[in-house]
């Protein structure tokens, strides 16, 4: 993405965040979708190829905003289903979710959300439609749709303005709300520490919304900075990271660490690889309480040149 390109996408999102302007039709994802069966034998594969394409098409045809997205200023994400059971109709499995977002003056993207969904249950004809219904849950599985592209969406908005995504968290709050009546799998507070309700719960309870925070700062204030002032950008990235402390200091098992790590651990290991030792142990002793089962990698964030041994 050039940076007038970027500019025009920063520019046009805090319009949106501003105003009633109304803008014409254009789809906002650029969503890849696999569905993996390798694990269904036995059976009329066809089905599967149907599903891939129709979710392929509902979330790159349905307009989620009233915002305007050139065809190269969509939102890139990807949506990788493993099917482990398949009886008729009903389809058991889990999903790889991951939502990837441009660095400003560079050609590098960082990734806002690399999450497995493993409470995956839902119903499927083949062929048959997949309607958009923002007020009411036509199927669990364009229930889950709808949840994750909303997510897409206010991830990528709360990257670029201070709680911008907070529509798109609210629509998503609505779906899990509906959802949660229905009795389907991976939608009801506390069953699971790290379901759809509990995504949902990282973002918005007092607790730990304060990683949205951290999502605005580390982006916007940090990696959008560092092409520009490598130091300034750092800084600013090291700082956000005490939101993470924040975090585990009140909601230790709260899947937005989880989260943070599965998105973050592998780039911080490039973004303080010219970090001066002080910042490095800074982040390095933040880190190693939270996350004391990945020495391996926090071990590179304090000396990069393991990662090559």
Request: with cysteine; charged share 25%; aromatic share 14%.
């Given at each position: 993405?050039?940076n007038?390109?970027?500019?025009?996408r920063l520019?046009m999102l805090?319009?949106?965040?501003l105003?009633?302007?109304?803008?014409?039709?254009?789809?906002?994802?650029?969503?890849?979708v696999?569905?993996?069966?390798?694990?269904?034998?036995g059976?009329?594969?066809s089905?599967?190829?149907?599903?891939q394409?129709?979710?392929?098409?509902y979330?790159?045809?349905?307009?989620?905003?009233n915002a305007?997205?050139?065809?190269?200023?969509?939102?890139?994400c990807?949506?990788?289903?493993?099917?482990?059971?398949?009886?008729?109709?009903?389809f058991t499995?889990?999903?790889?979710?991951?939502?990837?977002r441009p660095?400003?003056n560079?050609?590098?993207?960082?990734?806002?959300?690399?999450?497995?969904?493993?409470k995956?249950e839902?119903t499927?004809?083949?062929?048959?439609?997949?309607i958009?219904?923002?007020?009411?849950?036509?199927?669990?599985?364009?229930?889950?749709?709808?949840?994750?592209?909303?997510?897409?969406?206010?991830?990528d908005?709360d990257?670029?303005?201070p709680?911008?995504?907070?529509?798109?968290?609210d629509?998503?709050?609505?779906?899990?709300?509906?959802?949660?009546?229905s009795?389907e799998?991976g939608?009801?507070?506390?069953?699971d520490?790290?379901?759809?309700s509990?995504?949902?719960?990282?973002?918005?309870?007092?607790n730990?919304?304060g990683i949205?925070?951290?999502?605005?700062?580390?982006h916007?204030?940090?990696?959008d900075?560092?092409a520009t002032?490598?130091?300034?950008?750092?800084?600013?990235?090291?700082?956000?990271l005490?939101?993470i402390?924040?975090i585990?200091?009140?909601?230790?098992m709260?899947?937005?660490?989880?989260?943070?790590?599965d998105?973050?651990?592998?780039?911080l290991?490039n973004?303080?690889?010219?970090?001066?030792?002080?910042?490095?142990d800074?982040?390095?002793?933040?880190?190693?309480?939270?996350?004391?089962?990945?020495?391996?990698?926090?071990?590179q964030?304090?000396?990069?040149?393991t990662?090559?041994?």
């Open positions: 993405m050039s007038n390109k970027f500019i025009i520019a805090a319009i949106l965040l105003s009633n302007i109304f803008y014409a039709h254009s789809q906002e994802l650029n969503c890849t696999e569905i993996n069966s390798s694990q269904i034998e059976t009329d594969k089905v599967f190829t149907t599903l394409e129709s979710i392929t098409e979330f790159n045809t349905t307009k989620w905003t305007q997205f050139s065809a190269n200023e969509k939102i890139e990807r949506f990788f289903m493993t099917i482990k059971e398949y009886d008729g109709e009903k499995g889990d999903i790889q979710v991951q939502l990837s660095v400003y560079s050609n590098y993207t960082t990734t806002l959300l690399n999450f497995k969904d493993t995956v839902f499927y004809q083949e062929n048959e439609p997949l958009f219904n923002e007020n009411a849950m036509e199927s669990n599985l364009t229930a889950i749709l709808n949840f994750y592209a909303y997510m897409f969406l206010a991830l908005f990257s670029f303005s709680n911008g995504g907070q529509p798109y968290y629509k998503a709050a609505s779906i899990v709300q509906m959802a949660q009546s009795g799998v939608w009801k507070a506390f069953e520490t790290k379901n759809r509990a995504v949902l719960s990282a973002y918005t309870d007092g730990t919304k949205r925070t951290l999502i605005y700062n580390y916007r204030k940090g990696l900075e560092m002032s490598p130091d300034k950008g750092r800084a600013a990235i090291t700082e956000s005490n939101e402390k924040k585990y200091d009140v909601a230790p709260s899947v937005a660490l989880s989260m943070f790590k998105a973050k651990l592998d780039e290991v973004v303080y690889s010219k970090a001066g030792s002080t910042e490095k800074q982040v390095y002793e933040l880190l190693k309480p939270i996350y004391p089962t990945e020495s391996s990698r926090l071990n964030i304090k000396d990069p040149e990662a090559n041994k």
